[in-house]
């Protein structure tokens, strides 16, 4: 059964650093999605992309995150200048049209 | 923006017994009703959703009925299982759009 798969499952990185998480959405998918998730707390919606540009984003995405479709299968969200606040599990997640399927998740601890 | 609230933030029901969650959203341009499950170190799950042309929908011991009228949904549960502890999300959306993920409903079944 086709699936999301987010890289790597873990990172920790240093405060300031920049980091990139990677994802490969089902392939004949057309929309593309990053939601985090801090401990404890709700989905939160961070950016979705739709024929290769951003169709919609949240005030969390500010100017230290940005994506890319780089080769037409991989996803990347990249921030730039981690903060500790950026802790939190990071999830990507890809539809055809109606079903959302998502990844296992990356989990991002800043230290 | 769409703001969506689910009600309990918490549910503990008896192994056997029905668990019942209700969804309330804002947007009434909505018209796909999703509900996904997350279980501990893993990304959201779809377990069933609705369209906005059909009032209910069943899949086992599992159904979503909806008022769109009253813009909610809720999530039915039959003859609770240990395994369906987790949390329950919805996010009701406008295909294609991003979709905003309710705060959560932590299910707990105690055997």
């Known amino acids: 059964e086709p699936e999301v798969t987010q890289t790597p499952s873990h990172q920790v990185t240093q405060m300031g650093q920049e980091v990139i998480l990677r994802c490969v959405p089902i392939s004949n998918h057309l929309y593309f999605y990053w939601y985090r998730q801090i401990l404890g707390q709700k989905v939160e919606f961070l950016v979705s992309f739709y024929n290769n540009e951003i169709s919609e984003k949240s005030e969390i995405f500010d100017d230290q995150f940005s994506v890319e479709r780089p080769d037409g299968s991989n996803f990347t969200l990249k921030i730039r200048s981690t903060k500790l606040e950026d802790s939190a599990m990071y999830f990507c997640?890809?539809?055809?049209?109606?079903?959302?399927?998502f990844g296992q998740g990356t989990r991002l601890t800043v230290v | 923006g769409e703001n969506v609230e689910q009600h309990p933030s918490t549910l503990s029901v008896q192994e056997g017994d029905s668990a019942v969650i209700k969804c309330t959203y804002s947007?009434?341009?909505?018209?796909?009703f999703p509900w996904y499950k997350q279980e501990l170190g893993k990304g959201p799950q779809l377990i069933i959703d609705i369209r906005s042309n059909v009032g209910e929908k069943k899949d086992q011991r599992i159904a979503v009925t909806l008022n769109k009228t009253a813009k909610h949904f809720s999530l039915h549960i039959t003859e609770t299982q240990p395994e369906d502890s987790a949390v329950y999300f919805c996010a009701p959306d406008n295909y294609g759009q991003n979709f905003v993920f309710g705060p959560g409903t932590r299910l707990s079944v105690l055997p």
């Open positions: 997640a890809s539809r055809p049209h109606s079903e959302a399927f």
């Open positions: 947007d009434s341009a909505s018209n796909y």
